[in-house]
């Protein structure tokens, strides 16, 4: 193609409905890819889609996030397995003295495990659901803490998986220069509304400050008399979840050392921290000297057989693969629409009628709207970063802003979404039903929306 035309806008329409359709965002990259190829050099698909996939592999970038990416799921797998965070849960149980310290102390479990949302949506639920239950507190308000303390602290947090992935992304289309796509994702940090919203609501809710209303009402009713929640059933959880590493760290979690220690938790963690800083922010660097010591630490200990150790980390490198996955099915897209000269019309037709007042606000619904029905965060971000950044560009709207809208949108469909990885995971931590968890939370997750909404249009 010579000209941009609106024929580039079917791949993106391909890829939305077949998402929307079929919930696994990885075949849908990969299907809107080859109907984008088939449009643009239809006798030459196959090669073009090989010479396209062998160019993203080859890229500098992906070897980054599949490399730390799998280093984060590595240094998960030995945290869990330790059983280092089940300790926090019996320590809780002497700390807490009712129905509020309960759930703040499991907020405050949720803010520490900040490094990624599945180890802590796994974690918080199940270390405290024995402390929650002792006060009364409904399976669905744990649930609710735990989801609010999932995604949203992990993207406000830079040394998280959320930060290592969309700030590889930033690099790779532009946003950002190689090796500053940390320091960029940072910038946008204040303006992620929804995540920011979304803790200080469920602050708010513990301390009793904002009363249980709706669902969540009735649920905190029948647990002051007694009523046990309905136990999520395991098999619905792990059919549900569209992500094949949920099921293997799930796996990990039931085998989870019960009588792990604290130490054996906290030292990587701190670790992870203080090398990542040291080595200015660079996350790789951190994670390979994080591990150099860790492993030895646990090693000393007996905790487990070195030969084990490494069998653990690759079994936790495997639970990162479909967010590795995503990662080079959405680069190929993109690529692809670059060929079609996607972003060329997306801005051409739009930046007449899009004023950089309105792209935050507008970026932020439209997204939200898709990352809710598809329940894909990453894969919807990853879809729709190559269309919206360069008009964002070009109408010189504020870039940290709309990185802020990007990311606030992906921790809302990462929460609110009824079949979202996190969700799921919430509701199989804290031993809550899955329907009665997304339903009980919703109300709040809109309230944080509604407010985000506003205050993208006010700080525009």
């Known amino acids: 193609m010579s000209e941009p035309t609106a024929l580039s806008l079917i791949p993106p329409v391909v890829v939305l409905v077949l998402a929307i359709w079929l919930r696994r965002p990885i075949l849908s990259l990969v299907i809107g890819a080859l109907v984008g190829l088939v449009l643009y050099q239809p006798a030459d698909v196959l090669n073009n889609f090989s010479d396209i996939s062998l160019s993203v592999m080859a890229d500098e970038t992906i070897g980054w996030l599949i490399l730390v990416c799998g280093g984060f799921g590595a240094l998960i797998a030995l945290l869990v397995k330790t059983g280092g965070s089940m300790a926090f849960g019996r320590h809780a149980l002497n700390l807490a003295k009712g129905p509020k310290s309960s759930l703040f102390m499991s907020f405050v479990l949720g803010v520490v495990i900040f490094i990624d949302d599945y180890l802590n949506a796994l974690t918080v639920g199940s270390t405290m659901k024995r402390v929650t239950d002792k006060f009364n507190v409904s399976r669905e308000m744990l649930a609710y803490v735990v989801d609010s303390t999932a995604a949203p602290i992990c993207v406000l947090v830079p040394l998280s998986t959320w930060a290592v992935f969309f700030g590889g992304l930033l690099v790779d289309n532009g946003i950002a220069g190689e090796g500053q796509g940390i320091a960029v994702y940072m910038s946008a940090i204040p303006y992620m509304l929804y ?45 549900t979840s569209n992500d094949y590493g949920v099921k293997a760290i799930e796996e990990e979690f039931k085998h989870a050392d019960s009588g792990g220690k604290l130490h054996n938790f906290f030292v990587p963690i701190f670790l992870l921290v203080g090398f990542t800083l040291y080595f200015d922010i660079d996350v790789l660097k951190g994670l390979v000297a994080t591990l150099a010591i860790t492993l030895p630490y646990y090693g000393v200990q007996r905790l487990m057989p070195l030969a084990e150790m490494m069998e653990q980390m690759m079994d936790g490198f495997k639970s990162m693969l479909p967010a590795i996955c995503t990662v080079i099915a959405a680069f190929v897209f993109k690529d692809v629409c670059d060929k079609l000269m996607l972003p060329q019309y997306v801005i051409d037709n739009l930046s007449p009628y899009m004023t950089p007042q309105l792209l935050p606000a507008v970026v932020f619904l439209a997204m939200s709207i898709l990352a809710f029905a598809t329940g894909s965060s990453w894969g919807i971000f990853a879809v729709s970063i190559p269309i919206v950044m360069p008009l964002a560009q070009a109408v010189d709207a504020n870039i940290p802003l709309v990185i802020g809208a990007l990311l606030s949108a992906s921790s809302f469909g990462s929460q609110a979404c009824f079949y979202s990885d996190s969700t799921v995971l919430a509701a199989q931590g804290s031993g809550c039903n899955l329907v009665s968890h997304a339903v009980t939370q919703l109300p709040y997750a809109l309230i944080a929306a509604g407010l985000t909404f506003i205050g993208l249009l006010l700080l525009a």
């Open 195 to 239: 995540a920011w919203f979304a803790v200080l609501m469920v602050l708010l809710v513990i301390l009793g400050v904002m009363p249980a209303f709706g669902p969540m009402k009735k649920a905190q009713q029948a647990a002051a008399q007694g009523q046990a929640a309905l136990p999520q059933d395991e098999a619905d959880a792990v059919q």
